[in-house]
């Protein structure tokens, strides 16, 4: 049996099948301050933190709302878009 192998290039999670294909690696979900499962980002959830950092509100793509677990005790915006690792 064949078997296909993959590294997410953000993570370094190694992925395997059986057969050629495209994974997408679940990291890109993550919260990097606290591991938590991020929730998907709303214009009116963070319509109050819009102009904080100067940043366009359309690259936020995932939003982590366990501020009490950050450093700076406030919500955190991820840009990270879905990583694709292609396994060969
Ligand atoms: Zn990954
Ligand atoms: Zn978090």
Known sequence: ????SGK???CGRVYYEDHKAVVVCGCWELCPLCGAKMEAYTPDLAANT????????LL???VC???AEHFDKS???SYQKPVEV???
């Open 8 to 10: 997410c290039s953000r």
């Open 65 to 67: 709302n366990n501020a």
């Open 1 to 4: 049996m064949a078997l296909f």
């Open 60 to 62: 936020i793509l995932r």
């Open 75 to 77: 919500p955190f915006f």
């Open 86 to 88: 292609e396994l060969s």
């Open 50 to 57: 819009y102009a904080k950092d100067g940043k366009h509100e």
